[in-house]
């Protein structure tokens, strides 16, 4: 069974920062797209960020654009999501998922709040 392990995540204030990482040690790492989606009470889950295979092209949601970086390291099978500036609004459950593979993490709470 194909799992994706996250960590981190947690309280912070706004301005503050946040890096999550998420771990895929049976998944053939590097044939996957990997992305990070949120889901925010009573909204629909959407997509912030994806790498490519490679690491070679990044996109970003524009809400999310300039203040987070999504980075991965093929050899550790582990995918990086570093959140800087952090607002109110980016307060959600975050999911790692080999993007459109139909693989996910369990979700890690973000809450930015003073």
């Known amino acids: 069974q194909v799992q994706l392990v996250e960590s981190g995540g947690g309280l912070v204030q706004p301005g503050g920062f946040l890096r999550f990482s998420c771990a895929a040690p049976?998944?053939?790492?590097?044939?996957?797209?990997m992305s990070w989606y949120r889901q925010a009470p009573g909204k629909e889950r959407e997509l912030v960020t994806m790498?490519?295979?490679?690491?070679?092209?990044?996109n970003y949601a524009d809400s999310v654009l300039c203040r987070f970086t999504i980075s991965r390291d093929n050899a550790k099978n582990t995918v990086y999501l570093q959140m800087n500036s952090l607002k109110p609004e980016d307060t959600a459950v975050y999911y790692c998922?080999?993007?459109?593979?139909?693989?996910w993490g369990q979700g890690t709470q973000v809450t930015v709040s003073s």
């Open positions: 998922s080999a993007y459109r593979a139909g693989y």
């Open positions: 790498i490519t295979r490679s690491g070679g092209t990044t």
């Open positions: 049976v998944l053939t790492f590097s044939s996957y797209t």
